[in-house]
């Protein structure tokens, strides 16, 4: 049974930007927020004449959780988890972004084992992302096998990422300053292992999608942006570089190890949905190539950085010396105490540039943490992606948008 | 070459109240908030600066003014952000629209009218985008309390 009284209507929590048809034939309709293929929570309330999107007005919210404000009641160390949650396709890119800002913050430089880390990890990252993304959007359109080859890479990928951090998809695992711990035993062996896995069951995907007649009807020309309007609807990686655009942070405004590294930044030609699967899958390629680079480069020692200011002393002198037992005592309490000042780092996340705008008032918790999310700009401007392509198109467009819930209602 | 830009950046700006340093890898312009629109317009035409990143606001209670509107726009061609800031006072949080210079801007303004209460003079479609029609207030000000629910649907006894 239920309580609540059958008289009260529930208002509508969405106003929508035109509720009747510009002409005479057109139909207004409601996809989502609960449909199969809005993956997450998104409204799009579209008119429709015949079978083509006329308008589309594109409404997000529904994951919001109040991500901006519950960081402000935690510490800079505290507040790691639920940046996590964020992009939880690729939790790691988002820590380390999120480290990156505070560390320009407090001007702390992480020891190399830690910057060469970061980057492998990131790009590892980059790869369930994408899959992620390609598995989706391809099983929209039927693809079951291709949906499962991507799946079975992707599951070891996190396997072995639980390996690493103890955690599946939401890691946890980058510190102020460093790192949570240093990779286990032989857990480059297995990553090893893994790539040349992966190359073999990428190599049946390019089999069975590139030059298939129903994946490339379904996707040629269909859901086509121009460079021109991708910047001027603030779109950015792999959406922008599908237009031919070749902007990546990686290359543009190298951080981490990006400048030692040899990659190549694929583009497309029309900026279609076939080209946006395109240039994940050789992205991912890209991936594999530094990866193996980083595998070799990989220094040793230490992964936290020298600096009481945020790297919490060891263990066996917390119990043994008073200042130590202070320091970690300070460090839980009040937190890193970041020098007042405001920074915005970017970081080329899997779906764009992801930007952490932080504000501090020298104190231990932040007076503002703002996230640039990528899936949220390119949800002001997916109707553009949208509009004058049929309503079946709507599904493979926005599967390789790749919008994330987490990260774009925060 | 992009400090030579930033240099050069500098000097223009650096007039009629506005102040411009360089700050953690950005160049961060502090400007009036009448000098928006043209500000943005010189970036965007004279310097390249094509991608709309990010519009947001920070609330310093107990300041006045008040607000502080914090915009970042990137260069496409230099590979270079600035950093605009202008402050707007608590009784009158206006600031003008840069929706006619970048679609983008159109989003971020409703998500920064959504949770600030800053209001964009010309953007006429400020609909709440992550909370939803009806709710009170604006959560990221720092008056409201984080604890506080407005629940569309009532709770079951």
Known sequence: MTMRDNEETLPNPVRAAFDRPSTEDGVIVNIGPSHPATHGTLQIIAELSGEKVVRADVHCGYLHRGFEKECEAHTWHTLIPFVDRLNYCSALINNFAYCDAVETLMGVEITPRTRYLRTLLSEYSRIADHMTCIAASVMELGAMTAFLYLMTIRDWIYEHLADLTGARVTYSYGRIGGLAHDLPEGWLERLGEILDQYEEYVGRIHGLMDRNRIFIDRTRDVGVISTDQAVHWGFTGPILRSTGAARDLRRDTPYLAYSELDFDVPVGINGDNYDRYYVRMREMDESVHMIRQLMQMLPEGPINVDDRRCTFPEKQRVYTEIESLINHFKLVIDGPQVPAGEVYRAHEAANGELGFYLVSDGTGTPHRVHVRAPSFVHMGGLHKLLEGYQLADVVSTFGTINMIGGECDR | ?157
């Open chain 2, 1 to 157: 070459m992009p400090d030579d830009l930033l240099e050069r950046l500098r000097s223009r700006l650096a007039d009629e109240g506005r102040e411009a340093t360089f700050a953690h890898g950005l160049l961060a312009v502090q400007i009036p908030r009448e000098a928006l629109l043209d500000t943005v317009k010189l970036l965007k035409d004279g310097f390249g600066f094509d991608l709309f990143l990010d519009v947001t606001a920070v609330d310093w209670p107990g300041r006045d003014p008040r607000f502080d509107v914090v915009y970042h726009l990137y260069s496409t061609r230099d590979h270079v952000r600035v950093r605009l800031k202008t402050a707007v006072s608590g009784t009158d949080p206006v600031v003008d629209t840069l929706v006619p210079l970048f679609g983008a801007a159109a989003y971020m303004e409703r998500e920064c009218h959504d949770m600030l209460g800053i209001r964009f003079r010309g953007n006429d479609d400020l609909r709440p985008i992550l909370l939803y029609e009806g709710f009170e207030g604006h959560p990221l000000r720092k008056d409201y309390p984080k604890g506080r629910e407005q629940p569309l649907v009532r709770y079951r006894e």
